[in-house]
């Protein structure tokens, strides 16, 4: 963080996350990043760091200079909209993170965040999306801005509702259709 920014990087192959870390020492995780996507974009908006980046997993990365990305824009219009499109999802996606955190109860918070997940990460199968990655509890308070015993609880009682399914240090199973409707009853309210 605060480094300056020269190059963007492909995740080839894993898991990898970005964050920011307050003074404190705590930890919001702002987003995942599974093979296939461009971690990084965002400096192309201010040239420096704004957040660090973590391998949740044995992951391969591709460094992509700026240069050669440039180049490339220059070359393939195409490419430049595939860019933007990708920068503007991570704008968006951090706006919708910051409206969440403001106004909306961690339960909804959780649950909006499990049904990302399973549309990001998830692999569709009988009883429901299993998440392809191991995320933790603590990866989960992460990325909902609580603490990890809140998140154990509001799992547990999910988990009892028969929203999502999971064992210790197991995958996450997401009943997609009744988490949906039940986020919907309590956006409600």
């Given at each position: 963080m605060g480094q300056p920014a020269t190059t963007l990087y492909l995740v080839r192959r894993g898991l990898l996350k970005t964050s920011l870390i307050s003074p404190g020492g705590r930890e919001l995780t702002l987003r995942l990043y599974p093979a296939g996507e461009i971690v990084g974009a965002l400096c192309l908006c201010t040239g420096e760091r704004r957040e660090q980046a973590t391998a949740l997993e044995s992951s391969e990365?591709?460094?992509?200079?700026?240069?050669?990305?440039?180049?490339?824009?220059?070359q393939d219009p195409q490419s430049a909209v595939d860019l933007a499109s990708a920068v503007c999802e991570h704008l968006a996606d951090a706006q919708e993170a910051l409206r969440d955190l403001?106004?909306?109860?961690?339960?909804?918070?959780?649950s909006r965040a499990l049904l990302g997940l399973a549309s990001r990460l998830g692999e569709p199968g009988a009883g429901g999306t299993l998440l392809s990655h191991y995320i933790t509890q603590e990866e989960l308070a992460h990325i909902v801005g609580a603490r990890r015993e809140v998140v154990s609880?509001?799992?547990n009682r999910l988990r009892a509702d028969g929203l999502i399914n999971y064992?210790?240090?197991?995958?996450?199973?997401?009943?997609?259709?009744?988490?949906?409707?039940y986020v919907d009853s309590i956006s409600e309210t």
């Amino acid at each position: 963080m605060g480094q300056p920014a020269t190059t963007l990087y492909l995740v080839r192959r894993g898991l990898l996350k970005t964050s920011l870390i307050s003074p404190g020492g705590r930890e919001l995780t702002l987003r995942l990043y599974p093979a296939g996507e461009i971690v990084g974009a965002l400096c192309l908006c201010t040239g420096e760091r704004r957040e660090q980046a973590t391998a949740l997993e044995s992951s391969e990365v591709v460094e992509i200079t700026l240069d050669a990305l440039l180049r490339r824009v220059r070359q393939d219009p195409q490419s430049a909209v595939d860019l933007a499109s990708a920068v503007c999802e991570h704008l968006a996606d951090a706006q919708e993170a910051l409206r969440d955190l403001s106004f909306t109860p961690v339960t909804e918070r959780l649950s909006r965040a499990l049904l990302g997940l399973a549309s990001r990460l998830g692999e569709p199968g009988a009883g429901g999306t299993l998440l392809s990655h191991y995320i933790t509890q603590e990866e989960l308070a992460h990325i909902v801005g609580a603490r990890r015993e809140v998140v154990s609880g509001l799992l547990n009682r999910l988990r009892a509702d028969g929203l999502i399914n999971y064992t210790r240090r197991g995958l996450i199973r997401i009943n997609r259709e009744a988490l949906q409707s039940y986020v919907d009853s309590i956006s409600e309210t």
